[in-house]
């Protein structure tokens, strides 16, 4: 069992949890979107448990209900039923302050859409998360410049974020999630926009930080990424429909069945637009 080398510090925190406890515990989660005739179910009872130190791949079909199950596991959004237990203790219906709190020093999120804040420079965007903590000071910049230089953007700190590429602001993005040692992180789709270099560097890094103890999981639709993960969960419909422990050889093996369902997928598509081109 790994150990985590996060210390909190926190009132909220304070007593010891035991090493052993499942960092994450959801039972028959539910939320809904909408009222009445119009109500919708996105995570329709997920039961689920993530023991510290997992590195979990999230997939499923567009609309399947991830990035509403990340929002819910990073306290962003509130379920309409069910239980989340996070570290022990039951969050689902917790002020929201607390977990603003709970949030800031435990849960590093990275959003699918990004969430640079516009007005500030990318040096200051990536210290962010650790002036909410405690004011802003020199050692915080030092801190979020050298994972700035990590990921290849040492010479983009005062460029602001309009000024960047997609995938430059995809790792600024994931620098600010990792910028206070989060034993959590949250990531959506986090190489979504990068090529294959890139992709590499931000895997190398969340690889780096999974060995160091922590938790990962991240949605992904990219097979290729499943080598890095100990564990993937496929969901639909808002449930987990399946669960698979990931040992080298089955990663390989899914990854590959991944692929030649898409290459068919791919062909099919283009022998109906030759069918229809011929008509
Ligand atoms: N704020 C909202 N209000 C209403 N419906 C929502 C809201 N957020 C999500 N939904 C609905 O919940 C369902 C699940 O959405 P979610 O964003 O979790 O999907 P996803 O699996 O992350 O998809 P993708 O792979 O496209 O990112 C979708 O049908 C979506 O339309
Ligand atoms: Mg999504």
């Known amino acids: 069992m790994a150990t985590t080398p996060h210390s909190t510090g926190s009132i909220f925190f304070a007593s010891p949890v035991s090493s052993t406890a499942p960092v994450i515990g959801l039972h028959n989660l539910r ?3 909408g009222y009445g005739d119009t109500a919708m179910a996105a995570l329709d009872g997920v039961d689920l448990t993530i023991e510290r ?3 979990v791949a999230i997939m499923g079909p567009s609309g399947c209900g991830k990035t509403t199950l990340l929002n819910m596991l990073g306290l962003l959004d509130q379920s309409t039923d069910g239980e989340y237990i996070l570290n022990g203790r039951n969050v689902a219906r917790i002020r929201s302050t607390r977990k603003a709190r709970i949030r800031n020093r435990e849960i590093g999120f990275v959003f699918q859409n990004f969430n640079l804040i516009e007005k500030l420079n990318i040096l200051n965007n990536v210290t962010l998360p650790l002036t909410y903590q405690r004011g802003l000071n020199f050692r915080h910049q030092q801190k ?4 700035l230089k ?4 040492q010479n983009r700190e005062y460029y602001m974020p309009y000024q960047l590429s997609g995938g430059q602001t995809q790792r600024v993005a994931i620098a600010r999630a990792l910028v206070n040692n989060p034993s959590i992180i949250l990531a959506d789709e986090p190489t979504g926009n990068l090529d294959s270099k890139n992709s590499e ?20 639709h990219n097979p290729d ?6 564990r993937v969960i496929h969901m639909k419909d808002g449930r987990i429909v399946k669960d698979i422990e990931l040992t080298e050889n089955r990663a390989h093996s899914i990854a590959n069945k991944f692929i030649s369902r898409r290459k068919a997928a791919r062909k099919r598509r283009g022998t109906r637009r030759f069918v229809r081109g011929k008509k």
């Open 201 to 220: 560097i931000i895997m190398d890094e969340l690889t780096r930080i999974h060995r160091e103890g922590n938790t990962i999981l991240m949605v992904t």
């Open 53 to 55: 130190g997992e590195f």
């Open 150 to 153: 990590n990921f290849g953007l």
């Open 31 to 33: 939320k809904v979107f």
């Open 225 to 230: 990424l499943l080598s890095y993960a100990s």
């Open 144 to 147: 979020a410049s050298q994972l």
